[in-house]
T-cell receptor
Framework: SQTIHQWPATLVQPVGSPLSLECTVEGTSNPNLYWYRQAAGRGLQLLFY??????ISSEVPQNLSASRPQDRQFILSSKKLLLSDSGFYLC?????????????FGPGTRLTVT | GQSLEQPSEVTAVEGAIVQINCTYQTSGFYGLSWYQQHDGGAPTFLSYNALDGLEETGRFSSFLSRSDSYGYLLLQELQMKDSASYFC??????????FGSGTQLTVLP
């Protein structure tokens, strides 16, 4: 069966510090991978998605970046965090070739920038 | 652009039926998905409609009318554990999900 891991679960970082969030998927090959951010009481905002190693599409201009160094690994990074980067970060995967409507989410990382 | 509208809150009693509506404006629309999210948890997939009509999965059903750019999620025999946020999300030719801002369902005893 497929599982998706995210860490850390919670993170408190000062403004201006770097960020690295990691997501890994097990039990599937060549998944589509996604990073979302969710503000408190709001919907999910797509940040990045990837259909393969090294293939990243950015949806929202910001100070965040993403990388996919391996087939089932997706990393979200920032060089300098802003207060507005606080939120609940969710990684998700879907089956390749058209399964975007059904996505499977990881447990999320709750980031507080102070 | 892509936008979805759904009510922010709905309240119902245990055992009742509740309908959560969603209207969308999506370029290159493919279909409408529904997700459930409990407080502090990750969203989980409930259903997907690509064609007009009703899809039933146990106590949950989802409906789509492409001509009206409208869909709804119907929850029957409500249970306390159904208290959660429910999101509609559209898929499009861009092969991404665009989420509504969610409906907080509260089930009262």
């Amino acid at each position: 069966s497929q599982t998706i891991h995210q860490w850390p679960a919670t993170l408190v970082q000062p403004v201006g510090s770097p960020l690295s969030l990691e997501c890994t998927v097990e039990g599937t090959s060549n998944p589509n991978l996604y990073w979302y951010r969710q503000a408190a009481g709001r919907g999910l905002q797509l940040l990045f998605y990837s259909v393969g190693i090294g293939q990243i599409s950015s949806e929202v201009p910001q100070n965040l970046s993403a990388s996919r160094p391996q087939d089932r690994q997706f990393i979200l990074s920032s060089k300098k965090l802003l207060l507005s980067d606080s939120g609940f970060y969710l990684c998700a995967w879907s089956v390749p070739l058209g399964g975007d409507y059904e996505q499977y989410f990881g447990p999320g990382t709750r980031l507080t920038v102070t | 652009g892509q936008s979805l509208e759904q009510p922010s809150e709905v309240t119902a009693v245990e055992g009742a039926i509740v309908q959560i509506n969603c209207t969308y404006q999506t370029s290159g629309f493919y279909g409408l998905s529904w997700y459930q999210q409990h407080d502090g948890g990750a969203p989980t997939f409930l259903s997907y409609n690509a064609l007009d009509g009703l899809e039933e999965t146990g106590r949950f059903s989802s409906f789509l009318s492409r001509s009206d750019s409208y869909g709804y999620l119907l929850l029957q025999e409500l249970q306390m554990k159904d208290s959660a946020s429910y999101f509609c999300a559209s898929t499009s030719s861009a092969r991404q999900l665009t989420f509504g801002s969610g409906t907080q369902l509260t089930v009262l005893p």
